[in-house]
């Protein structure tokens, strides 16, 4: 860990995914979400995949699962996706408790990265990807507080990287009184005011 690395409790993150999760509906999942090529079911396959992902890369156990990149293949849940996720969401949360994940290098989705970053990364697709669910089922959503702090500022740090838009969208300018969260969505690439097609 760096002194500008916030130690970071992903817990609180993953218990909002995962209650937001279990509010899900068979019948929403087929609804689209603000990622234009995920409707409900893939964004939760998304989700169980990163999980394990981020996992295994908090716990330097490299191979299949951080080596497989996200846009390889459709994501899409399986049968047991609601027991599976609120699972290895509670599982990411505790490899990252240990400090040495934040150290060293780690991988996921294929990419070589530091470890401080790779948990940087985590946070922000629990944050953005909970606001992805939240609006595509209708639900309210508070984040983390913590958690939506760290992920703010990893994307405002990211503003004038020139390899921004191989991961992110062009910012979405927000008004004065934005909140936190709509700030952070629009630096997400997101529109903070979507809302599913009626």
Known sequence: MTDTTPTLDLGPQTAVLARLAEGVTDEQLRD???????????????????????RDAGRKDLGVTTDTSPGDALPDIGPGWREELPRVLAELAEAWRDPAAWTGMARAGGVDLPGEVAGLVATDELVIHGWDLARATGRAYAPDPAALRVCHDF????????????????????????????????????????KPRS
């Open 32 to 54: 689209p979400t603000p990622c234009p090529e995920y409707a409900v079911r893939h964004l939760l396959g998304h989700l169980t995949g990163l999980a394990v992902a981020f």
């Open 155 to 194: 994307l405002a740090a990211s503003v004038d990287d020139p390899s921004r838009g191989e991961i992110f969208g062009p910012v979405v300018p927000t008004g004065p009184g934005a909140s936190l969260l709509e700030r952070t969505v629009g630096l997400s690439g997101r529109d903070p005011g979507w």
